[in-house]
């Protein structure tokens, strides 16, 4: 019995790459590259792996998801047998203004699992805040971190400016026009219940949907 057990262990990291355009900016070109998880050794690519995705209410607002032909997803989902607390994602992205000046951008969020010890059992992270919360008529109560706002989810933006994004980060790499080459940001994910993935969000990536990886 014990040897079943350990060999069902798993986790779910359901992560959301996100790059915010201004509407002025809408008519340039943006692609998508890759998406980089270098614990497990794993590199997707657009195209082949994955593709941009439009989930939000605000379509200036783009996403990532498994290139799988369906309906706008939000995010992507790995599933991993190894017991970790500390990650890193490294989203790309081709940006064109003027089909002259392009330039690659790198957004890079180290993640940090929190509440293993309290919460052993929860087999979810997921970097949808909306997830966290706790809801009435529900079993699900409020699992957001102490100090942290809602609001402050990863974010990737072409230009720093004045916006209330929200979203801090440690470090960034700005040229000479104001567009942001690189981004790092560090962001803490509690665990959560497996179930909240499909009850509280249908545009979240299904289990059967999730990538799977390992140390």
């Known amino acids: 019995m014990l040897s079943w057990l350990i060999n069902e262990?798993?986790?779910?990291?359901?992560?959301v790459p996100r790059l915010k355009i201004k509407p002025i900016h809408q008519h340039c070109h943006i692609e998508l590259i890759s998406?980089?998880?270098?614990?497990?050794?794993l590199t997707l690519n657009n195209g082949v792996d994955i593709e941009i995705s439009r989930p939000f209410p605000n379509k200036?607002?783009?996403?990532?998801?498994?290139?799988?032909?369906?309906?706008?997803?939000?995010?992507?989902?790995?599933?991993?047998?190894d017991d970790i607390v500390d990650f890193t994602c490294i989203t790309k992205w081709r940006v064109n203004f003027d089909d002259k000046t392009e330039q690659i951008i790198s957004h890079i969020v180290n993640y940090h699992i929190i509440g293993a010890n309290r919460y052993k059992c929860d087999q979810l992270v997921s970097e949808d805040t909306s997830m966290w919360l706790?809801?009435?008529?529900?079993?699900?109560?409020?699992?957001?971190?102490?100090?942290?706002?809602?609001?402050?989810?990863?974010l990737m933006m072409l230009f720093d400016?004045?916006?209330?994004?929200?979203?801090?980060?440690?470090?960034?790499?700005?040229?000479d026009s104001g567009l942001i080459i690189e981004r790092v940001q560090c962001f803490d994910l509690p665990k959560l219940e497996i179930k909240r993935l499909g009850d509280l969000n249908d545009r979240n990536p299904t289990l059967d949907e999730a990538f799977h990886v390992n140390v």
């Open 9 to 15: 262990f798993h986790m779910y990291l359901h992560i």
């Open 161 to 175: 400016n004045c916006e209330c994004h929200n979203s801090p980060f440690s470090s960034q790499i700005v040229d």
């Open 134 to 154: 706790g809801y009435s008529d529900t079993e699900y109560e409020d699992r957001t971190p102490l100090n942290t706002i809602h609001s402050e989810q990863p």
């Open 35 to 41: 998406v980089e998880l270098p614990l497990f050794h």
């Open 60 to 81: 200036h607002c783009l996403s990532v998801m498994k290139n799988k032909g369906r309906k706008c997803k939000q995010g992507l989902l790995f599933k991993t047998e």
